[in-house]
């Protein structure tokens, strides 16, 4: 396959979504990225055929004159590395001018989470937000299976009615990539889902009746996706911080997934049984949450080590 530089980043995408099955969003950000490449080179008469190593170190530093953090950066970078690759595997370039780049080292921060109780009071006040008996079941729901489960706010919102039905142990997941995953669900989650189904279906066979369509997702919603937004979700999830007296800053759908492997990993949990239920494909991605382990190992030595004892 043969095509002009102006038609390399669709034909880029196009292969992240067929063959290494990339989700939307990170197509979207791919595209953002690469598109501002591509126009910062057209300002300077150049294309992504004629760009140079020198090239792209130039338009990093120009992106950290902006501003940008290093983790935007390196996002970028990676997005450039990937689209010169495919580039040269195509046979489109004779080199691949990315080839010998390396980015600023992301930073490895602590991720922001809540204690066990803050995430108690949470779920008391997710259990009373809503209008409607229906609007506080589904939150108590929402609520409920974010933390009992570590999923992603996108997997959550767009799980599908089928998997919920028949009080499941566990949850079948298709996360980042397709890659699919099997999740438990703990008591109090299943009897939020069961509550929370029975209304769902109750309000889907009144819209039934009027004539319209059955929805296929757990949380249906009138919109042009057919189920509750991300966005709409984070809204709720403030608000729900405030009613606890938690400062809604602090609190977030990923923050509450942080929670989830943190708590597990100060309670006992393995490291790879982590990365399995997150649904991370390396566990090095998984190894932020070491410094939990950190502390509970020093705490284990301090207060069962022999010579602890002695002291």
Request: net charge positive; charged share 25%.
């Amino acid at each position: 396959m043969s095509a002009g530089p102006g038609q390399w980043i669709g034909a880029f995408l196009e292969a992240q979504a067929a063959e290494r099955g990339a989700a939307r969003n990170t197509l979207l950000a791919y595209g953002r990225d690469l598109a501002d490449f591509e126009r910062w080179l057209a300002g300077r008469g150049l294309d992504l055929a004629a760009a140079a190593q020198d090239d792209i170190e130039a338009y990093l530093e120009a992106c950290h004159a902006a501003g940008l953090s290093r983790a935007t950066r390196a996002r970028r970078l990676s997005a450039i590395r990937q689209l010169y690759r495919f580039a040269f595997e195509e046979g489109w370039r004779d080199t691949d001018p990315a080839l010998r780049l390396s980015g600023p080292a992301r930073e490895r921060r602590l991720p922001g989470t809540l204690s066990e109780a803050e995430v108690d009071r949470l779920l008391e006040a997710a259990a009373r937000h809503g209008r409607t008996p229906a609007e506080r079941l589904r939150s108590a729901c929402l609520m409920q299976m974010l933390y009992a489960t570590g999923l992603r706010v996108s997997e959550l919102v767009t799980l599908p009615v089928a998997a919920a039905r028949g009080d499941p142990r566990v949850l079948l997941v298709r996360g980042k990539g397709g890659r699919e995953r099997l999740v438990p669900l703990a008591p109090p989650a299943r009897a939020a889902l069961a509550a929370w189904l029975e209304a769902r279906d109750a309000a889907e066979a009144a819209a039934r009746a009027e004539g319209r369509p059955a929805s296929p997702f757990l949380f249906p919603f009138p919109s042009k996706a057919g189920h509750l937004s991300r966005s709409l979700f984070h809204a709720q999830l403030k608000a729900m911080a405030r009613a606890a007296g938690i400062d809604p800053a602090r609190v977030s759908p990923h923050v509450l997934r942080h929670a989830f492997a943190t708590h597990l990993l100060a309670r006992g949990a393995d490291l790879r049984a982590i990365q399995a239920l997150l649904g991370h494909a390396d566990v090095s991605t998984t190894e932020i949450y070491t410094h939990v382990l950190d502390e509970r190992l020093r705490a284990l030595v301090l207060e069962r080590h022999p010579l602890a004892r002695e002291a």
